[in-house]
């Protein structure tokens, strides 16, 4: 159903830009012929809950109020 309307709209085009169409259709083949037609790029998968684990740590008096803090408290 698209061909007869592609092929009108190309034919009515001057001859040198149906020869950029041509390498259009070229790239395009080129670059999706990996792929399926309609294939999605995967994202790349993420870390989840616990990724840093054991790579950051905290004092433990993290909570205490500071030396230079405590004559305003």
Do not use: C, N
């Not at 709209?9 to 001859?15: N, Q, R, S, T």
């Not at 390498?23 to 870390?47: N, Q």
């Amino acid at each position: 159903m698209i061909q007869p309307a592609i092929l009108e709209k190309l034919e009515a085009l001057p001859e040198s830009l149906q020869t950029e169409v041509l390498h259009y259709i070229e790239f395009l083949s080129a670059r999706y012929a990996e792929k399926p037609v309609g294939a999605e790029p995967k994202a790349e998968k993420r870390g989840g809950l616990g990724i840093l684990k054991g790579k950051i740590w905290m004092s433990e008096d993290f909570d205490e109020p500071l030396e230079d803090m405590k004559e305003y408290m």
